[in-house]
T-cell receptor, first 112, second 115 residues
Framework: GNSVTQMEGPVTLSEEAFLTINCTYT??????LFWYVQYPGEGLQLLLK?????DKGSNKGFEATYRKETTSFHLEKGSVQVSDSAVYFC???????????FGKGITLSVRP | GAGVSQSPSNKVTEKGKDVELRCDPI?????LYWYRQSLGQGLEFLIY????????KSGLPSDRFSAERTGGSVSTLTIQRTQQEDSAVYLC?????????????FGPGTRLLVL
């Protein structure tokens, strides 16, 4: 079956630090990959996505590249801000209109 | 435009009672999903609707859980004889195609506490 593995958290960084959050997956077929973010007190929001190998998703300074050879979709940002403090979920979907399979999520706290 | 809405936002109930959770998807979205977010289990898929039919119910944890969708719009998730382990945030999402790739938009969730 499908599964998503995220690195253990929580992660605490200082403002302007470099961020990497690891995500690897196991899937049948050719999944689409997603990063969702949940800010404190808010609902899940799509941060970025990639639908095929070597695609790079980007949004709000975050980037992730779909690596088929390593089955990974690591999230990166060059300079984090306090406002990036949130819970980040990696997810995949196989097939149109099918369910998302999520990783366990990781809490990021950014200190001023 | 309006996003996915869910009601109630919070629900406290006693063990053994039935509860109904409501989801209003984005207008025109044909697909609707229910997920559950709990501390121990993370985000779990429950059920998926395409129109009024449910081609994937594989995530429903027991026969106490059921869901329906009427008119291709509003959906209700019902939990009968609630148990303490049902306490979680229940999330609804709806989707449309976006340049050939579906994007699921999530509601704010219903936080259920079973005492």
């Amino acid at each position: 079956g499908n599964s998503v593995t995220q690195m253990e958290g929580p992660v605490t960084l200082s403002e302007e630090a470099f961020l990497t959050i690891n995500c690897t997956y196991t899937a049948t077929g050719y999944p689409s990959l997603f990063w969702y973010v949940q800010y404190p007190g808010e609902g899940l929001q799509l941060l970025l996505k990639a639908t095929k190998a070597d695609d790079k998703g980007s949004n709000k300074g975050f980037e992730a590249t779909y690596r088929k050879e390593t089955t990974s979709f690591h999230l990166e940002k060059g300079s984090v801000q306090v406002s990036d403090s949130a819970v980040y979920f990696c997810a995949l979907r196989t097939g149109a209109n099918s369910k998302l399979t999520f990783g366990k999520g990781i809490t990021l706290s950014v200190r001023p | 435009g309006a996003g996915v809405s869910q009601s109630p936002s919070n629900k406290v109930t006693e063990k053994g009672k039935d509860v109904e959770l409501r989801c209003d998807p984005i207008s025109g979205h044909t697909a609707l999903y229910w997920y559950r977010q709990s501390l121990g289990q993370g985000l779990e898929f429950l059920i998926y609707f395409q129109g009024n039919s449910a081609p994937d119910k594989s995530g429903l944890p027991s026969d106490r859980f059921s869901a329906e969708r009427t008119g291709g719009s509003v959906s209700t998730l019902t939990i009968q004889r609630t148990q303490q382990e049902d306490s979680a945030v229940y999330l609804c999402a709806s989707s449309t195609r976006d340049r050939g790739s579906e994007t699921q938009y999530f509601g704010p969730g219903t936080r259920l506490l079973v005492l």
